[in-house]
């Protein structure tokens, strides 16, 4: 906003002291207004970035229900298998079926719009509570998504140890046996972590 002072130069003191006041006022009006302009804009991008973290943390928690769905029908299959380990490996084609049954489904969680919202300064305008709650649920994707991964690798690899082979050799069932027990911790916390990470959802999305 342009401040234009009253034309014409001024003819004594009080006329001098009107020109300064009526300067400083227009001053103070139009720092008022450009601080009102960028409130209006610091709530526009508190609103949007907080939309934005809802609508990402609402497809988690819908993801995250599924995985802890599937999570929840591997674990009994899995605690079977190894009840019944040393009887499946005489017979590796009942193992192999036993493994196609378990069908696991990993999923996968987004958090980009936590880096979005730090690297554009917006987290600066919010309140410093809120922005710990989204920060411990954004950190708790990074772990969970992490464990997710080291459970999908053991998997893999278990399943492919055991397709692999037509007979087991005593060093192959203690090794299976190991994968196996191996995957079967990975449930174990990922479990553990359903639990934690609906509850950080929750915290900050509300209850479903």
């Known amino acids: ?51 934005t973290f809802r609508q990402e943390l609402g497809g988690d928690r819908d993801n995250l229900v599924l995985e802890t769905a599937n999570v929840g029908e591997m674990r009994p299959k899995v605690d079977a298998m190894l009840r019944d380990f040393s009887e499946l490996v005489k017979n590796p084609s009942s193992l192999q079926k036993r493994f196609d049954d378990l069908q696991p489904n990993f999923y996968f969680f987004r958090g980009t719009a936590w880096g979005g919202a730090s690297s554009s300064g917006v987290l600066a305008y919010m309140k410093p509570e809120e922005v710990n709650n989204f920060a411990d649920i954004y950190f708790g994707i990074q772990t969970y998504q992490t464990n997710s991964r080291q459970t999908q690798l053991d998997w893999v690899a278990t399943k492919s140890f055991f397709d692999s082979r037509q007979s087991f050799t005593a060093q192959d069932v203690a090794e299976g046996e190991l994968r196996l027990r191996t995957f079967q911790l990975d449930l174990r916390a990922m479990a553990h972590l359903d639990q934690e990470f609906m509850q950080g959802l929750n915290r900050v999305l509300g209850p479903q």
């Open 1 to 51: 906003m342009d401040i234009h002072a009253p034309e014409g130069p001024a003819r004594s003191l009080k006329e001098f002291a009107i020109h300064i006041l009526i300067v400083t006022i227009g001053i103070l009006i139009a720092l008022g207004l450009e601080g009102i302009r960028e409130t209006v804009h610091e709530h526009h991008l508190i609103a949007e970035t907080r939309e």
